[in-house]
């Protein structure tokens, strides 16, 4: 059974930073991308990055301030945050397992976490 834990949300002030974790089990994903999506209080999810070990992706929102890594060898995506923002306030989830090239589609991952929350106090 395939599942991805996330870890490292939590409260932190605006212009501050965190950094997410994600572990992956049940199933080598060395060669699948890996990514994090996020949900904000009342709103659709949001694609975040993604990693294809080719390539790495950000919506315009994130991209200089969020960076997503995934060390060799390992089952792991990280999302590290800087310059955080009120508007990043959401639940943050990890995917794998994408099976299309439209990798800013939550439906086309077959595994996801359930998630950790990030507040951004203003």
């Known amino acids: 059974q395939v599942q991805l834990v996330e870890s490292g949300g939590g409260l932190v002030e605006a212009g501050g930073s965190l950094r997410l974790s994600c572990v992956a089990s049940?199933?080598?994903?060395?060669?699948?991308?890996m990514g994090w999506f996020r949900q904000p209080p009342g709103r659709e999810f949001e694609f975040v990055a993604t990693?294809?070990?080719?390539?790495?992706f950000y919506t315009d929102a994130v991209d200089g301030r969020f960076k997503i890594s995934r060390p060799n060898g390992e089952n792991r995506v990280y999302l590290e945050m800087t310059n955080l923002k009120p508007e990043d306030t959401a639940v943050y989830h990890c995917?794998?397992?994408?099976?299309?090239?439209?990798?800013?589609?939550?439906?086309?991952?077959?595994?996801w976490g359930q998630g950790t929350e990030v507040t951004v106090s203003s």
């Open positions: 049940g199933r080598d994903f060395n060669t699948d991308a």
């Open positions: 990693d294809t070990w080719s390539e790495r």
């Open positions: 995917a794998a397992g994408l099976h299309s090239p439209d990798y800013y589609i939550p439906n086309n991952y077959n595994y």
